[in-house]
């Protein structure tokens, strides 16, 4: 069957609204997986990335009466997802502990998602850059990490990355270039220069 009359996510939305739990089903099935490989960036950890998802829904769903219709609902589920994230990863450095998951062998559970394009970092997975990059993302800040994510790999504007991390548009900016600056020098010893 064909999905021609398939309502658009503003009018899931206001169905949601009204107490439809198959309109939120809706907007579930077509933004869980973007939002998983967020939170998978951010966190650097797959079951992480899932509870994260999970939160954003939660979060979404007590919200929902507060969601601006002339708001796009993923970039709000996106900044939802973003927060919770950082949240986590906040929460986990606070109590010093090491993401769940993490390889001796720097082995990647990203790997194991199915996509129609490569990603970078399926690109990069199997060589030694792949291996700095994951080693050097994980110590960046929080905030640093989730600026480079929401910057360079799901390519939001700077305005939006700082309404998300809660940063003017400068503040934003400068926590990006100081990921850049981070990353570039983990990985110059192996890399050409990086285009970032």
């Known amino acids: 069957m064909e999905r021609m009359d398939a309502p658009d996510d503003a009018q899931v939305v206001a169905l ?25 960036r951010i966190t650097g950890n797959e079951t992480e990335a899932e509870d994260v998802v999970q939160e954003t829904f939660v979060r979404a769903w007590k919200a929902l009466d507060r969601f601006e219709a002339r708001a796009q609902v993923g970039s709000w589920l996106h900044r939802i997802a973003a927060n919770a994230a950082l949240d986590l990863v906040r929460a986990r450095r606070r109590h010093g502990d090491r993401p769940a998951g993490v390889t001796e062998d720097g082995a990647d559970p990203m790997d194991a998602i199915p996509s129609e394009l490569p990603s970078p970092e399926r690109v990069a ?9 994951r080693a050097a ?4 800040t929080p905030n640093e990490r989730a600026a480079f994510v929401l910057r360079h790999f ?43």
């Open 154 to 196: 799901e390519d939001q504007p700077i305005e939006e990355i700082g309404r998300t991390l809660g940063l003017q548009a400068n503040a934003a900016k400068q926590t990006i270039f100081r990921a850049v600056r981070k990353l570039r020098r983990a990985l110059e010893p192996v890399s050409t220069p990086a285009r970032w």
């Open 125 to 133: 997975a199997g060589s030694e850059v792949g291996r700095r990059l």
């Open 16 to 40: 949601a609204r009204n107490g439809d739990g198959e309109a939120f089903r809706t907007i579930v099935e077509r933004h869980s997986r973007a939002l998983f490989h967020l939170a998978y």
């Open 137 to 140: 993302m994980a110590q960046l």
